[in-house]
T-cell receptor, first 115, second 109 residues
Framework: GAVVSQHPSRVICKSGTSVKIECRSL??????MFWYRQFPKQSLMLMAT?????????EQGVEKDKFLINHASLTLSTLTVTSAHPEDSSFYIC???????????FGPGTRLTVT | GQNIDQPTEMTATEGAIVQINCTYQ??????LFWYQQHAGEAPTFLSY????GLEEKGRFSSFLSRSKGYSYLLLKELQMKDSASYLC??????????FGAGTTVTVRA
């Protein structure tokens, strides 16, 4: 099956710093990648949708200047959390799909802790 | 917005059967997914239904009724490792997966 990787799996950063999370599709071309955030005991909430070579589409309430998304190639999307605050601490999960597939393939997630 | 409802928690005994119901009201329908998620891990795909009826895959089965906006996931011969959160997710017209809050299943010996 299709494999999606995320890096890093865990990151701890200080308040005010920025952190970058990478999402890679390893064995297929991902025309669309999705970024989700999941707080403890809650379900996945879509943050943004990115299509290769174009600007990401952000969901209502998600600050595009704080959560920078780059989908520069068909196998890589990055999410940068800028000026991180403790309330940004969460589990960030990416998923990827190609044009002809209805199924999204999820990465293993990144646990971000902002101190 | 999309509305997807599923029970918060269910408990069952090892070897038993548990049925997790999911009802949805969405803007269009392009399929319904069930995912399993263990604590601290990403969701893993269990099933996809786009037509009415029952899809069986080993110990897990999923049912869909589009006219009723209803699905269920049936877990048979429960094992301890099945203790996890089960997420119902619908693909509406905008093709952005919308997730239910998840059902935490606890399997007891």
């Amino acid at each position: 099956g299709a494999v999606v990787s995320q890096h890093p799996s865990r990151v701890i950063c200080k308040s005010g710093t920025s952190v970058k999370i990478e999402c890679r599709s390893l064995d297929f071309q991902a025309t669309t990648m999705f970024w989700y955030r999941q707080f403890p005991k809650q379900s996945l909430m879509l943050m943004a949708t990115s299509n290769e070579g174009s600007k990401a589409t952000y969901e209502q309430g998600v600050e595009k200047d704080k959560f920078l998304i780059n989908h520069a190639s068909l196998t890589l999307s990055t999410l940068t959390v800028t000026s991180a605050h403790p309330e940004d601490s969460s589990f960030y999960i990416c998923s990827a799909k190609d044009t002809d597939d209805h199924e999204q393939y999820f990465g293993p997630g990144t646990r971000l802790t902002v101190t | 917005g999309q509305n997807i409802d599923q029970p918060t928690e269910m408990t069952a005994t090892e070897g038993a059967i548990v049925q997790i119901n999911c009802t949805y009201q969405t803007s269009g329908f392009n399929g319904l997914f069930w995912y399993q998620q263990h604590a601290g891990e990403a969701p893993t795909f269990l099933s996809y239904n786009v037509l009415d009826g029952l899809e069986e895959k080993g110990r897990f089965s999923s049912f869909l009724s589009r006219s009723k906006g209803y699905s269920y996931l049936l877990l048979k011969e429960l094992q301890m490792k099945d203790s996890a959160s089960y997420l119902c997710a619908v693909l509406p017209n905008d093709y952005k997966l919308s997730f239910g809050a998840g059902t935490t299943v606890t399997v007891r010996a």
